[in-house]
Antibody, heavy 120, light 106 residues
Framework: QIQLAQSESVVRKPGASVKVSCKAS????????IHWLRQAPGQGPEWMAW????????SRARKFEVRVALTTDTSINTVYMELSGLTSDDTAVYYC?????????????WGQGTLVTVSS | DIQMTQSPSILSASVGDRVTITCRAS??????LAWYQQKPGSAPQVLIS???NLHSDVPSRFSAGGSGTDFTLTINTLQPDDIGTYFC?????????FGGGTRVEI
């Protein structure tokens, strides 16, 4: 079955960057886009960006256009999301998730989540 | 951006009850709506897609419907395992957006 394994939780200082990895298995890596979302405590998920490992195309939500970088290493079926210029408002659980190709952008599988804590 | 508004924010019910959660979109999204269940410490899991299609392995006591701007998720015969937070998500347009969630308590 589809599995997405994310990197471990981290603590960063304000102004720093964080890079979260998402390793996919159980399906053909280039068949489906990987999305990134985050969830602050007590809130609904917030969509951030998607990345297509086959075409290397990507799209980001307007508020993340400048601060989010998406990369991939197709040799190990992994996508990376780097968020720069961290503030305390970026403290959240970050998830990668994938969709069923051509069925619409709802999420059929999620990573386990990576807690990013921004604190001085 | 399309805003998704859920109600109620907290729903307290008894085992065996029939409960309904509503989700309203700020503009028409046809049936491009999904519902998720999230348990504490875990990622959300999809229950429903295309507004009313039950995902595989989801118990038949869950049902959903609606189109355009107004949607519902119903749990018939509430079970203890159904406690958690439920979110709706529109995928009609980017940016994808979620409702604020409904916490179901027993």
């Amino acid at each position: 079955q589809i599995q997405l394994a994310q990197s471990e939780s981290v603590v960063r200082k304000p102004g720093a960057s964080v890079k979260v990895s998402c390793k996919a298995s159980g399906y053909t890596f280039t068949d489906s886009s990987i999305h990134w979302l985050r969830q602050a405590p007590g809130q609904g998920p917030e969509w951030m960006a998607w990345f297509n490992p086959a075409t290397l195309t990507r799209s980001r939500a307007r508020k993340f256009e400048v601060r989010v970088a998406l990369t991939t290493d197709t040799s190990i079926n992994t996508v990376y999301m780097e968020l720069s210029g961290l503030t305390s408002d970026d403290t959240a659980v970050y998830y990668c998730a994938t969709v069923t190709p051509r069925a619409g952008s709802y999420f059929i599988a999620w990573g386990q989540g990576t807690l990013v804590t921004v604190s001085s | 951006d399309i805003q998704m508004t859920q109600s109620p924010s907290i729903l307290s019910a008894s085992v065996g009850d029939r409960v309904t959660i509503t989700c309203r979109a700020s503009q028409g999204i046809r049936t491009w709506l999904a519902w998720y269940q999230q348990k504490p410490g875990s990622a959300p899991q999809v229950l429903i897609s295309a507004a009313s299609n039950l995902h595989s392995d989801v118990p038949s006591r869950f049902s959903a419907g609606g189109s355009g701007t107004d949607f519902t998720l119903t749990i018939n015969t509430l079970q203890p395992d159904d406690i958690g937070t439920y979110f709706c998500q529109q995928y009609h347009a980017y940016p994808l957006t979620f409702g604020g969630g409904t916490r179901v308590e027993i």
